[in-house]
């Protein structure tokens, strides 16, 4: 079965300064994705990014890139000027793609505070 | 286009009751997954409708039970509740379409049930 592990709690970072969120995952299959949730105080899950694991070049959406290290099961997430909208609960979630359907294995989840 | 939704967003019952969640997916998405979110358990998978059929199932007693409607509405029944199934609901729609390699999933608010 496969496992992610998100091993940050907590972070914290400055307005309009960079942080990296971590992810490690366990998984025998060569096929999959891998994405980055985001889940504000008002509940509401949305996707910040995806990676798909057969491509090399990491994933990157304006402020938000990916350091996918696919040997090494590490998929980390970079917010660039962070901003305070960026305050929110962050989950990395795998999925596999040989599996027939959507189902997503999250991490335990890492809370993103952002200090003016 | 209007988002999925979920009813109710809150509910409180007690334990032995059993308790019905609804779920709209975005128009014209066909797969429905249900996960449940608990401070101690995290977000975990309980299954997924497409196409009125179960397709993937997690690892969730026989209590956890759903089903999907010719519109796509799914609905999610926990019978016989213990204190433990005090958790947010989460729902998520995709398009599902079988042979896509990927298919975002769009979640809803959720609903939050408390099990006295």
């Known amino acids: ?116 | 286009k209007a988002g999925v939704t979920q009813t109710p967003r809150y509910l409180i019952k007690t334990r032995g009751q059993q308790v019905t969640l609804s779920c709209s997916p975005i128009s014209g998405h066909r797969s429905v997954s249900w996960y449940q979110q608990t401070p101690g358990q995290g977000l975990q998978f309980l299954f997924e409708y497409f196409s009125e059929t179960q397709r993937n199932k997690g690892n969730f007693p026989g209590r956890f039970s759903g089903r999907q409607f010719s519109n796509s509405r799914s609905e999610m029944n926990v019978s016989t509740l213990e204190l433990g199934d005090s958790a947010l609901y989460l729902c998520a729609s995709s398009l599902g379409l079988a042979g896509t390699p990927y298919n975002e999933q769009f979640f809803g608010p959720g609903t939050r049930l408390t099990v006295l």
């Open chain 1, 1 to 116: 079965a496969q496992t992610v592990t998100q091993s940050q709690p907590e972070m914290s970072v400055q307005e309009a300064e960079t942080v990296t969120l971590s992810c490690t995952y366990d998984t025998s299959e060569s096929d999959y994705y891998l994405f980055w949730y985001k889940q504000p105080p008002s509940r509401q899950m949305i996707l910040v990014i995806r990676q798909e694991a057969y491509k090399q070049q990491n994933a990157t959406e304006n402020r938000f890139s990916v350091n996918f290290q696919k040997a090494a099961k590490s998929f980390s997430l970079k917010i660039s000027d962070s901003q305070l909208g960026d305050a929110a609960m962050y989950f990395c979630a795998y999925r596999s793609g040989s599996e027939y359907g959507n189902k997503l294995v999250f991490g335990a989840g890492t809370i993103l505070r952002v200090k003016s």
